[in-house]
């Protein structure tokens, strides 16, 4: 028998298998700031486990906990039972969506991305003082949040590209819309396809992408598969970065917050250590490193739509950079640089950054 | 619920620690048993002034309250039964106190048992009782139901930790037990009353618990038997041999051939794995220790002994264990987990005896434990949904209880009695105990308004 919701049809089998041991509230970043068992993974599958069995419908008064996840995939990591949530979760919201049950932040970004280049609905791009869809090498792609929140940090890391005399070329990027995938809706064709001309017009063999998500989105997402077919590689700047010497040092304390996008979804933990432990021999790891990473609240469009829980997030994340003592925190995502940024209190005074420009700025003089 | 009672709630707790919004309500429905019900609020106290302010509205308006920690419990002892008020304990999570030099330490109910070994690491102490669910379930949980653990055999349970407590009682007074020393014999021993008693007598909020100085060295080995009587018997042995070890876990053919199924650890399809650990405070005394065990292990028929020179190696010897509870859940839709316990030299006849009783109603069990001291976990598992087989399920928990208890056993060395040994209350305790227990819940309880409906108490 065909189940009412396309949840229950493809993932009914592991919601039935959550065995209600609770073992995800240790790793669940939702639950460790709020402290509401309805929002961890374990709350969410009973509530899901309820609509399987009749006892409630999917509607609005569900968008509280079924909106409110990061997609940071420390539960499936962590889950006995092997229960994906992550991907239930995603399912669930496509559910929500159809039947008009959604949260208005998610629906809000939807729309924008209809008659918008990005998510913060900014017209006029940041030019980065450069020539763009020029022919080169590389297409840098930078994202939205490198490229309408954190430019400086992105100016920045395009310079170390320049003292690398990397051959790239900027284009008039659009949004790659992975994230839409998150919020219960679909990759947006139009821009897709955008992305996918201008890179191709550039000529370029690689495309280095400034976000994690980004480079998911280009490497696993149907919308996108056309670049690897014309043999254009997609690579994460730490991938790019790994193995180049750069002949500078610090002395300060470092740390290394992995970035969900990069670490428990790609597997890329190792290649930004190996750069991180170059620069800077006194190197700290968080209490909570690689797959166990605590993610920094920003994902699943959690920062969007419950900004302070978010933020309460990052505030955990920061604990653990104090407890170690570090002067500087490293990434390299700008989603995360952003959140934990905001996230910083006055008396906390290490610095935050992605890798790269911590390099161009040590290279500078400036750091 | 009455709205003045919900009115009044709000304003004890305020509006970010107060509940009624369907999603809370389901999740405080369930634990990690098979028992459900839903509340009709949660709150989350932040101070026992706050749990005494609603245990005194609920005893007046004569609403049920169910205390809550990390919900992980195997027997419903966290599921409202009777509706009314989730007391959810999990924002009183401060260690109060960390007091080496006098071996203990001061902890609301909502730390996580984790948490306060992460504080302890960096003094060299640990707080030994370490329940499997440790990296979630809170302290306040473990003293409620008494928590054991895979260090038992050695260290113990919870109960022999615990040096006082705090209790806010149903009519909101707040009760002090114990004292903040090594030995205390002043006055009857309250503090024992409350551990173990499920919710049932009081709230707890604030605990003082002994620590131990940690053992840095370990030695792990693991062993493989074709007969289950052997395995039990090498346990009992060890037992007597005049050593202790800290840890002997134990598998059933049928776990091996779960983790067989569910992993790539390829192990031999025999009766029976025990793996074996000792400590000790150099590393010549746990390898004396484990000779012993190894020694003994052989005499009863052990092959393919594993010892593990190096933490990696001692670590890859936990993977069939620490993998376990993954692989069970996927077998069957559903399982339950007993925790029957005998006397340590009854081990071959309780463990022979389940199998015959999965044989008998034609019912899966995995039976695993912590067989040094004689706590079994027989893992009966099933579909759920054809009514027959459901029936032959509690036929064979019936039975195990009933094996147990024969065997100078008890109903439960763990977990609790909760909602799903409560109707076997009495075949282990006699009426005169029965009374004596209901006279105590009469009087800290008299309205029965704490976590009612558990532990068999009520006529």
């Not at chain 1, 996108?224 to 043999?231: I, P, R, S, T, V």
């Not at chain 2, 749990?51 to 409202?80: D, Q």
């Not at chain 2, 790539?264 to 000779?291: H, I, K, R």
């Not at chain 2, 008998?360 to 027959?388: C, F, K, Q, S």
Request: aromatic share 6%.
């Amino acid at each position: 028998m065909e189940a009412k919701y396309n949840f229950a049809d493809r993932f009914g089998d592991q919601v039935l298998r959550c065995s209600k041991c609770g073992l995800c509230q240790a790793v669940c970043p939702v639950f460790g700031a709020m402290l509401r068992p309805s929002y961890s993974a374990r709350g969410k599958m009973l509530i899901l486990k309820e609509v399987m069995d009749g006892t409630i419908e999917l509607s609005d008064e569900l968008i509280e906990t079924l909106f409110q996840c990061t997609i940071c995939k420390s539960c499936f990591e962590n889950c006995p039972s092997g229960v994906d949530v992550p991907e239930i979760i995603r399912q669930t919201r496509r559910d929500m969506v159809q039947i008009g049950s959604c949260h208005p932040a998610f629906e809000g970004m939807n729309e924008v991305l209809k008659n918008h280049t990005n998510i913060y609905a900014e017209d006029e791009p940041e030019d980065f003082e450069r020539e763009r869809n020029k022919k080169a090498k590389y297409v840098y792609f930078i994202g939205c949040v490198g490229s309408y929140r954190e430019d400086e940090a992105t100016m920045s890391t395009l310079d170390l590209l320049d003292r690398l005399k990397v051959d790239y070329t900027l284009i008039d990027e659009v949004c790659c819309s992975g994230v839409l995938e998150d919020l219960g809706y679909q990759i947006n064709e139009r821009l897709a396809r955008k992305n996918i001309d201008l890179i191709l017009a550039t000529g370029a063999k690689a495309v280095i992408t400034g976000c994690p998500y980004c480079s998911r989105t280009f490497n696993s997402k149907p919308q996108y598969a056309e670049l690897n077919d014309k043999g254009i590689k997609i690579i994460h700047v730490t991938q790019f970065l790994k193995g180049m010497d750069f002949g500078v040092k610090t002395d300060k304390l470092v740390t290394y917050h992995d970035p969900c996008d990069l670490g428990r979804h790609c597997g890329i933990y190792e290649e930004p250590r190996e750069i991180v432990r170059k620069i800077a021999p006194r190197f700290a790891e968080l209490r909570h490193n690689r797959v166990d990473a605590l993610c920094c609240g920003a994902g699943g469009g959690v920062r969007g739509a419950y900004p302070k829980n978010s933020i309460a997030m990052a505030r955990r994340r920061l604990q653990e950079v104090e407890e170690v003592g570090a002067d500087v925190v490293l990434t390299e995502c700008n989603s995360c640089v952003h959140n934990l940024s905001n996230a910083k209190l006055r008396k906390q005074k290490f610095r935050i950054y992605n890798i790269s420009q911590f390099i161009n700025e040590l290279m500078e003089g400036t750091e | 619920m009455d709205e003045t009672v919900k009115k009044a709630l709000l304003d004890i707790v305020r509006e970010e620690n107060f509940s009624d919004s369907l999603i809370d309500l389901i999740s405080d429905s369930y634990d990690a048993s098979e028992h459900k019900h839903r509340p009709d609020v949660a709150v989350w106290p932040q101070n026992t002034e706050q749990v005494s302010a609603i245990l005194k509205l609920a005893n007046e308006y004569k609403v049920p309250v169910t205390p809550r920690g990390a919900g992980t419990s195997l027997s419903g002892t966290t599921v409202p039964v009777q509706g009314g008020i989730v007391l959810d304990m999990l924002r009183m999570d401060k260690i109060l106190e960390i007091r080496v030099e006098d071996r203990l330490v001061v902890v609301e109910p909502g730390v996580v048992y984790d948490q306060l070994e992460k504080a302890l690491d960096s003094y060299g102490f640990f707080f030994p009782p370490d329940p499997a669910s440790g990296v979630v379930s809170t302290l306040g949980g473990n003293v409620a139901v008494n928590a054991g653990g895979l260090k038992g055999v050695k260290y113990g349970t919870t109960k022999d930790y615990v040096l006082g407590l705090e209790v806010v009682l149903a009519n909101g007074s707040v009760l002090r037990t114990g004292s903040r020393c090594m030995k205390c014999v002043s006055g009857y021993d309250l503090t024992k009353l409350f551990v173990g008693s499920e919710g049932t007598l009081g709230v707890i909020t604030e605990i003082t618990l002994k620590v131990n100085p940690k053992p840095p060295a370990i030695a792990t080995c693991t062993a493989y038997f074709d007969d289950m009587a052997d395995a039990g018997s090498a346990i009992s042995e060890t037992m007597r041999s005049g050593i202790l070890p800290r840890t002997l876990e134990f598998l059933d053919d049928q776990c091996i051939v779960a983790l067989n199924q569910g992993t790539d650890l390829n192990l031999p399809e025999v009766a029976a794995m025990v793996l074996a650990e000792t400590d000790g405070f150099t590393q010549e005394g746990a390898d004396y220790e484990m000779d012993k065990v190894i020694e003994v292990f052989e005499r009863n028929n052990a092959r393919g002994i594993t010892r593990a020179y190096s933490p990696e190696e001692a670590e890859h010897l936990w993977t069939a264990r620490k993998s376990f509870g993954g692989v069970i859940t996927r077998l069957k839709n559903n399982f339950i987990v007993d925790d029957t316990t005998v006397p340590i030299s009854k081990l071959p006849e309780m463990l022979t005896g389940v199998k015959a009783i999965s044989k008998r109603y034609n019912v899966p069990i995995a039976t695993m434990g912590h067989l040094g001291d004689g706590n079994l976990h027989p893992n009966i598992l099933y579909d759920g949904i054809d009514p027959e087989e459901i029936a032959r399920v509690r036929k064979a928990t019936a039975d195990i209880f009933k094996l147990g208890l024969e065997l100078g056993g008890t109903l439960t060395g763990e977990h609790g009695i909760g909602l799903a040994k409560a109707e076997f209350m009495p075949l282990e305790h006699d009426e005169v105990a029965m009374e004596v227990m209901r006279s105590i819940k009469r009087l800290f309880d008299p309205n029965n308004i704490l976590n009612p409906g558990k532990m068999g108490l009520e006529v």
